[in-house]
């Protein structure tokens, strides 16, 4: 059992570049979602969704897109990468029906934009 | 809007002892989730501790335990016989009732906890 896993660990982007961090979880999971993290703010929502064909805007939403065509895969989209997009990304997710109340993380993505 | 603050940025603990990390949390629900979760180095989020909010237990996990206080908003972390592999980074977090967009986790902004030998 994988849990929840994210592609790649590590990445360098330029400015303007853009790029795709994949996350895929066998759980059957309905929730899942990216937050970032960044020094003295915590973990911040970004996106999430409720089920395949369903998703929301997070806290800091701008500059990120996301889709969600099955129940297993949730990737977060990078149209055109900035310095402040600079962080250590999370997907997590949770099974709403069992509702045990943890989210479970993936390993984390650290992205930097130079 | 739901938030949690964590007002102690650094802390620090012989090892054997006792360090309680706290948390103070925003809702205008009755009922909802609170967990601390432990970032190592390896950034991985590891869930310490759960409580739900309709239970007045407070919860315990072996060396953690947390007091649970509703009506102040405060939950915090007690942490028991420290050991050096308890240093690292620990969340607050805060969850609504079940449901849609209440599922989100809110992070206050994290404690750094040193054990010093």
């Known amino acids: 059992n994988a849990g929840v896993t994210q592609t790649p660990k590590f990445q360098v982007l330029k400015t303007g570049q853009s790029m795709t961090l994949q996350c895929a979880q066998d759980?059957?999971?309905?929730?899942m979602s990216w937050y970032r993290q960044d020094p003295g703010m915590g973990l911040r929502l970004i996106h999430y969704?409720?089920?395949?064909?369903?998703?929301d805007q997070g806290e800091v939403p701008n500059g990120y897109n996301v889709s969600r065509s099955t129940t297993e895969d949730f990737p977060l989209r990078l149209l055109s990468a900035a310095p402040s997009q600079t962080s250590v990304y999370f997907c997590?997710?949770?099974?709403?029906?069992?509702?045990?109340?943890?989210?479970?993380f993936g390993e984390g993505s650290r992205l930097t934009v130079l | 809007a739901q938030t949690v603050t964590q007002s102690q940025p650094e802390m620090s603990v012989q090892e054997a002892e006792t360090v309680t990390l706290s948390c103070t949390y925003d809702?205008?629900?009755?009922?909802?989730?609170l967990f601390w979760y432990k970032q190592p180095p390896s950034r991985q989020m590891i869930l310490v501790i759960r409580?739900?909010?309709?239970?007045?237990q407070n919860a315990t996990e072996n060396r953690f335990s947390v007091n649970f206080q509703k009506a102040a908003k405060s939950f915090s972390l007690k942490i028991s016989d420290s050991q050096l592999g308890d240093a690292a980074m620990y969340f607050c977090?805060?969850?609504?009732?079940?449901?849609?967009?209440?599922?989100?986790?809110?992070f206050g902004t994290g404690t750094l906890l040193a054990v010093q030998p």
């Open positions: 997590a997710s949770l099974r709403t029906v069992a509702n045990t109340g943890e989210l479970f």
């Open positions: 759980m059957n999971h309905e929730y």
């Open positions: 969704s409720v089920g395949a064909g369903i998703t």
């Open positions: 809702t205008s629900e009755s009922d909802y989730y």
């Open positions: 409580q739900e909010a309709y239970k007045q």
């Open positions: 977090a805060y969850r609504g009732p079940y449901g849609g967009a209440t599922n989100k986790l809110i």
